[in-house]
T-cell receptor, first 116, second 117 residues
Framework: GAVVSQHPSRVICKSGTSVKIECRSL??????MFWYRQFPKQSLMLMAT?????????EQGVEKDKFLINHASLTLSTLTVTSAHPEDSSFYIC????????????FGPGTRLTVL | QKEVEQDPGPLSVPEGAIVSLNCTYS??????FMWYRQYSRKGPELLMY????GNKEDGRFTAQVDKSSKYISLFIRDSQPSDSATYLC?????????????????FGQGTILTVHP
């Protein structure tokens, strides 16, 4: 149980285009999903917290107009990187918290974004 | 000073060795402690989840929490080459009355472990 999927696993795009990444909880309902980014050999940095049916809460320094988050259902959250630039190239990982869990988060496999 | 400090390693041990991974933290509000394992280009996988001070054992893994010293450890017994990965400690605080901070994890830098045959 507690499986989280992400799609796509890898995406390459041109500078200036927008990219959407999906995060799904496959066998549980997630009231809260989290989006992280991870640079090579570095730890995970929380970008935003997404609660189903409400606006996401962004961490300091994360541009909410650039990283659009939608959490429309208890099993799906999306992150859209708008007008992507090479500096946005990174590993994006989502996690989901089961409604019955207080703090335990389950992570997706990540999405490797490369902006040319 | 970072809220969570973890020695990034890298750590290289022979197969069968006991591995000790450690994190220290400064925020006394942290109450929940987790260890994740991350293979290259993959998402983190939850290994251990603890709340109280003391030891928790699961197979070859033992998680230890010392809240008085703000120190947590993960021990791996009889280490295997398949244990080679990056190990991340993570912790979170108790739900606040504001409601938006619960479940927010703060990660250590991760320790790169290699177990060689």
């Amino acid at each position: 149980g507690a499986v989280v999927s992400q799609h796509p696993s890898r995406v390459i795009c041109k500078s200036g285009t927008s990219v959407k990444i999906e995060c799904r909880s496959l066998d549980f309902q997630a009231t809260t999903m989290f989006w992280y980014r991870q640079f090579p050999k570095q730890s995970l940095m929380l970008m935003a917290t997404s609660n189903e049916g409400s606006k996401a809460t962004y961490e300091q320094g994360v541009e909410k107009d650039k990283f659009l988050i939608n959490h429309a259902s208890l099993t799906l959250s999306t992150l859209t990187v708008t007008s992507a630039h090479p500096e946005d190239s990174s590993f994006y990982i989502c996690s989901a918290k089961d409604v019955s869990s207080y703090n335990e988060q389950f992570f997706g496999p990540g999405t490797r974004l490369t902006v040319l | 000073q970072k809220e969570v400090e973890q020695d990034p390693g890298p750590l290289s041990v022979p197969e069968g060795a006991i591995v000790s991974l450690n994190c220290t933290y400064s925020n006394s509000a942290f109450q929940y402690f987790m260890w994740y394992r991350q293979y290259s280009r993959k998402g983190p996988e939850l290994l251990m989840y603890t709340y109280s001070s003391g030891n928790k054992e699961d197979g070859r893994f033992t998680a230890q929490v010392d809240k008085s010293s703000k120190y947590i450890s993960l021990f791996i017994r009889d280490s295997q080459p398949s244990d080679s990965a990056t190990y991340l400690c993570a912790m979170s605080a108790v739900l606040s009355t504001g409601g938006t901070s619960y479940g927010k994890l703060t990660f250590g830098q991760g320790t790169i472990l290699t177990v060689h045959p």
